[in-house]
């Protein structure tokens, strides 16, 4: 059999794909639910996507009160770093939306698209790589926490002590993480 060639599929998902099957059992509001969450998160991507650009390109927004805008503004104002990778291994990273360390300040931001519940606990753990990465201590600086969502901004000042438990976490479980890696081996 000469099977027809879809290479411009190759590594996407079909929304109805056979990996994701639950569908099959879907009533039709969980179907349209489930397609209009896809959909946002799609959204969210490339609203993503178009913050890093102004940010990298250094083009503010309209002075309104927008969630995009006052993140996407307040990142030049700053002269934050977007979409920037923190790394301690290869077990934990991530990526900060917006990064800045200025004059002994650590400051975090997360634009956030969605409507869900968010918790600053995923900048605490940036913050942590951040330190980890670099070197600092997290009492000898400053740290500004911020979540940009649904048209408000939330500020956390960086508790060191929460940044340092982190660390340790972080440290701890990578090492039991590569312990077991070796056992399986």
């Not at 079909?14 to 179907?31: E, M, Q, T, V």
């Not at 991507?45 to 006052?70: C, K």
């Not at 698209?113 to 606990?121: N, Q």
Request: aromatic fraction near 12%.
């Amino acid at each position: 059999m000469l099977f027809n060639k879809h290479s411009n599929l190759t590594g996407t998902h079909a929304f109805l794909g056979a990996s994701n099957y639950h569908w099959i059992n879907y009533s039709d509001d969980k179907l349209d639910r489930a397609f209009l969450l896809a959909q946002a998160s799609r959204r969210g991507v490339e609203l993503h996507e178009y913050a890093r650009m102004a940010i990298r390109l250094g083009r503010r927004q309209p002075d309104n009160s927008e969630t995009l805008n006052m993140y996407v503004n307040d990142a030049i104002g700053f002269g934050m770093t977007p979409e920037q990778i923190l790394f301690y291994s290869i077990n934990c990273y991530g990526t900060a939306d917006t990064i800045g360390f200025r004059k002994d300040k650590l400051r975090i931001h997360d634009y956030k698209s969605g409507v869900s519940k968010t918790s600053e606990k995923q900048l605490y753990v940036y913050a942590a790589l951040f330190c980890l990465e670099y070197g600092i201590k997290p009492h000898m600086i400053t740290t500004e926490l911020r979540i940009y969502q649904s048209d408000e901004v939330r500020v956390y000042p960086g508790d060191p002590e929460e940044i340092v438990y982190i660390m340790d976490r972080i440290v701890t479980f990578d090492k039991r993480i590569e312990a077991l890696k070796q056992e399986s081996i």
